[in-house]
């Protein structure tokens, strides 16, 4: 089944470059209707997902036996989650493409085939296959945001490539060092995650490993201070664009250090936990800080996303049951609520042509629909409880105590200017009375609040129920850390596991 997920885009991109282009009122559609079916396929996978650890649905055919190169597919409590979310944007990024009327052919072919990138890259055990669906999405984003988007779409595109792609040619010289070793320690090459992670390594090598994978994937994430593309290449993407590098592409660089550096370099990863730690809450802050000055609305939910995504990164290294299940959740919620923030700017720029704050004001009043999704986004963003993001930076900060107490209680200051930059803007964008064409703004129509509404009562659903993820969750994050404790003299800390943090010496 998960080879047909991960093929199920490709076969829809091809259905979709036989229509001829000049039908270009059939591309989008036809595109949003295809895309159904792996958010169908996944929705199924979810439901059949056993919540114990390990790989399920698991998938091993030879490639290139030789190299030891395979066909290999699985997908667990960590991976599990970001498919279903992957299957979820797709269709909704295509269905607020509208404003796209040129090329809609070849938008829509391209955007198919960054999703069957993107669910590849999460389901793969087999380090050069991930590989390639890793460096396979960087074409269609590159030209995503290159041919469709804002005034120096070129500029962006170029730096997210480069950047994106330095750091691809790090990993992929470190999985081949790595196969290297293998066979010198074994007698024959293999990429399968389940083999490079019994490497015997020594310290040096294992530490030089962690770095490249790191970099590869701070960059990806991004990490500060690596994250200088992030804001161009949102600011002057289509919406879709956006919304698919927020709420998928970014996290590959979270679900990369937690399914392969702490799985594969344990004891690096334990030595580097303050380190990783220390840039995430400088992110967390620096972003935050930054987005409060912005006068682009667009780029002021950029940086929102270079803060939030920090607080990813610190649940991940603070190496406590808590907070890697938070860090799981929280790339859920963040992908959630950015991707419905950037398609409601997305909608005000269809209207106005403008993202600049000082040119808005007093939406509220010809638009108190769309004002009413914002703000109820705006709330999940910060941390409302009852909302998806409470849950996520509960769970990092609580989990995060024991082991980073200095980091957590700065990376809380966080959240604190997250409702600074976001209810200021909300308070600029929509209160006020309106003036010229702000008087005169159209309110949601009913596809709008169609592709807003799935997003909507998810993030209701996990605010009230999370376990309905961290249920299927915690066997997964419960396995990397007992691997971590089992090859390092790490011990997870005391309340450490999530049940010690609601009742004490019951874990």
Known sequence: MLTALVLMPVVAALVVLAVPRK????????????SLAPLGLAAYLFWQFEPV????????????????????LGMDGISMPMVVLTALLVPIALGASTAITKRTREFVVLT?????????????????????????????????????????????????????????????ASIIAMAVIHSSQTGAASFALSDLANLDLTMGAERLLFAAFAIAFAVKVPIFPLHTWLPDAHTEAPTAGSVLLAGVLLKLGT?????????????????????????????????????????DLKRLVAYSSVSHLGFIVLGIFALTSASLQGAVIQNVNHGLTTGALFLLV??????????????????????????????FMTF????????????????????????????????????????VYLLWAYQRVFHGIPEGENATFPDL???????????????????????????RIAPSTEAVLDQVQAVTDYEVPYP???????????G
Do not use: C
């Open 496 to 506: 450490g596991r999530l049940v010690d943090v609601f009742i004490p010496g019951e």
């Open 346 to 375: 997305g909608m005000i720029y269809d209207r106005r042509h403008t993202k600049a704050i000082a040119e808005l004001g007093g939406l509220q009043k010809s638009g108190p629909m769309l004002a009413g999704f914002f703000l």
């Open 23 to 34: 039908r270009h009122e059939i591309h989008l559609p036809l595109g949003v209707v295809l």
């Open 112 to 172: 198919l085939l960054l999703e069957a990138g993107m669910l590849g890259a999460f389901v793969a055990t087999d380090l050069f296959l991930f590989f390639v669906f890793f460096e396979a999405m960087l074409i269609p984003m590159y030209f995503i945001i290159g041919v469709w988007g804002s005034d120096r779409r070129i500029y962006a595109a170029f730096k997210f490539f480069v950047y994106t792609f330095f750091g691809s040619a790090l990993m992929l």
């Open 380 to 419: 999940a963003s910060i941390g409302l409880p009852g909302l998806n993001g409470f849950v996520g930076e509960f769970l990092v900060v609580i989990g995060s105590f024991p082991t980073l107490p200095s980091l957590a209680v700065l990376a809380a200051i966080g959240v604190i200017l997250a409702a």
């Open 255 to 295: 679900y990369g250090l937690m399914r392969f550096n702490l799985t594969l370099f344990p004891q690096a990863s334990v030595d580097a936990v303050w380190i990783m730690g220390a840039l995430a809450v400088i992110g967390v802050i620096y972003g935050a800080v930054v987005a409060i000055v912005q006068p």
């Open 445 to 471: 129509t009913p596809r709008e609040i169609a592709l807003l509404a799935p997003l909507v009562a998810l993030v209701l659903l996990i605010g009230l129920y999370p376990n309905i993820l961290l249920d």
């Open 53 to 72: 650890a390990g790989m399920q649905f698991v998938v091993d055919v030879p490639w290139y036996e030789p190299w030891g190169i395979g066909w290999r």
